[in-house]
């Protein structure tokens, strides 16, 4: 495998007032800035416009239809990353609306692309939105983890500072997932990097 740190992009997927997204993000990038193996960057859907309106053509058909001028800096950002880890929460027992309509105004920036989850919620931990999730990067043609991490009321397991009471088992989860996404996103990055045959 290459030396070069391979290009993970963390997504805050939650836009709504008083989330907790943001908490559960830094977190997360601090694990995997501290893993050495990554370039992180934290991609905030709320900094973007995110239009319900789709291109009338199917992305399929045209992988890279015109987007709001603001989108701009998303899209590439998309694009550069190597793997991404998506921070979700769960709503109504799925993910949030504003990360669907984000995949679905891209679409090549997810092929062949390794995905990871770190999720929180209630009980479930934000398991059940994971699970969703899977199914849809499976059809956009990206290669999802098994592991993750999950926070089953997280509202109880963070201090003031943003930071867990209890560390070990989260870093641990963080680690494990870690290294599958360095290993598939290594393995996907070394062959896109091989001419196709003709």
């Known amino acids: 495998m290459s030396s070069i740190p391979l290009r993970l992009a963390v997504i805050i997927a939650s836009v709504r007032n008083g989330r907790f997204g943001p ?20 991609i905030d859907l709320a900094d973007f416009p995110l239009p319900l309106a789709l291109p009338a053509v199917s992305p399929m058909i045209q992988p890279n239809p015109p987007r709001p001028d603001g989108m701009a800096e998303l899209t590439r950002r998309l694009e550069a990353a190597d793997a991404l880890v998506i921070v979700t929460p769960e709503f109504n027992r799925s993910y949030p ?47 999802t983890v098994r592991n993750y991490v999950g926070f089953p009321r997280y509202f109880e397991l963070f201090d003031a500072t943003g930071a867990p009471h209890d560390p070990a088992g989260p870093e641990a989860a963080a680690a494990a997932m870690l290294d599958q996404i360095h290993w598939w ?3 996907v990055a070394a062959a896109r990097a091989v001419p196709a045959a003709m």
Do not use: C, M, P
């Open 23 to 42: 908490t559960v993000a830094r977190w997360f990038a601090g694990q995997a800035r501290r893993d050495g193996r990554f370039e992180v960057d934290v």
């Open 185 to 187: 996103a290594g393995a």
């Open 97 to 143: 609306a504003a990360l669907k309509t984000a995949i679905d105004w891209h679409f090549t920036q997810w092929d062949g692309k390794t995905i990871g989850f770190v999720g929180y919620g209630g009980a479930s931990g934000g398991l059940l939105a994971i699970e969703h999730l899977r199914q849809v990067f499976t059809e956009l043609n990206a290669h």
